[in-house]
């Protein structure tokens, strides 16, 4: 678990995130990063919790997200231990400024439980919108 919300930090998120590929939780709340969606994320496939809410991230949402499903993994190769990680199931990116629409590939996400969006998309997606008969 990573927590760094409330900081204040600024700029992009360093590339070198990319090699936390075993990190389960990544909490970067209320700071004041920017730019596009972090492309080194995209390496952290052992992400349970992400919380990137209250930023200044722009662009899309990209599709490799829903590329975080639960695996088997070998720990160490040729070791008998095997180690399942879930998957992402917390997804917070809410008061961001994205555009576009929400990828379908978000659907994929087998284990996804909370998914914030809120105040992130202008319009928000017809797609989304559930009635209660």
Known sequence: MLKLGNNNLTGHIPSSMGYL???GSLHLLNNRFSGHFPLPLKNCS???????SEKE?????????GNFNGKFIDMVPGDAEIT???GLMVLILHSNKFNGSIPLELCHLDSLQILDLGNSLEPFPDALVISVA
């Open 57 to 65: 991230f722009t662009g899309s949402i990209p599709a490799w997200m």
């Open 46 to 52: 052992s992400l349970v919790v992400l919380d990137l």
């Open 21 to 23: 590929i075993w990190l």
């Open 84 to 86: 399942y990680t879930p």
